[in-house]
């Protein structure tokens, strides 16, 4: 898929990534290309200024954790984060709504 395609949706995608668990870098490029079937191959050079920038705004805490025998930085999810999350759902719910009723087609009667 296109990246650019994701403009205004990745910061969504990836606080829903780390909803429930905290992840490395790599590990959440990973996630969001298990959960999209595939389909989502983002690079690190869209992920990781993301992921910066959501832990300047506070939706994100990071710390340097030892994974796998290499020393990385996790991202968790903060309660700031929880409540970005729910209201970036919300809009997409809005705005997946008014976008499919403009494209599917119309019953006539």
Same mark, same amino acid.
């Given at each position: 898929?296109?990246?650019?395609?994701?403009?205004?949706?990745?910061?969504?995608?990836?606080?829903?990534?780390?909803?429930?668990?905290?992840?490395?870098?790599?590990?959440?490029?990973?996630?969001?290309?298990?959960?999209?079937?595939?389909?989502?191959?983002?690079?690190?050079?869209?992920?990781?200024?993301?992921?910066?920038?959501? =832990?300047?705004?506070?939706?994100? +805490?990071?710390?340097? @954790?030892?994974?796998?025998?290499?020393?990385? $930085? #996790?991202? !968790?999810?903060?309660?700031?984060?929880?409540?970005?999350?729910?209201? =970036?759902?919300?809009?997409?719910? +809005?705005?997946?709504? @008014?976008?499919?009723?403009?494209?599917?087609? $119309? #019953?006539? !009667?």
């Amino acid at each position: 898929m296109n990246t650019d395609a994701l403009r205004g949706h990745m910061d969504a995608l990836l606080l829903s990534v780390l909803e429930n668990e905290p992840l490395h870098g790599y590990a959440i490029i990973e996630a969001l290309q298990e959960r999209s079937g595939g389909a989502l191959n983002v690079p690190t050079g869209t992920v990781y200024p993301a992921l910066r920038r959501l =832990e300047q705004a506070g939706y994100l +805490a990071s710390e340097w @954790a030892v994974v796998g025998g290499r020393k990385r $930085r #996790t991202y !968790r999810l903060t309660s700031s984060g929880r409540t970005a999350l729910a209201e =970036e759902r919300s809009a997409w719910r +809005a705005f997946t709504g @008014a976008i499919g009723s403009v494209l599917e087609p $119309r #019953t006539t !009667r």
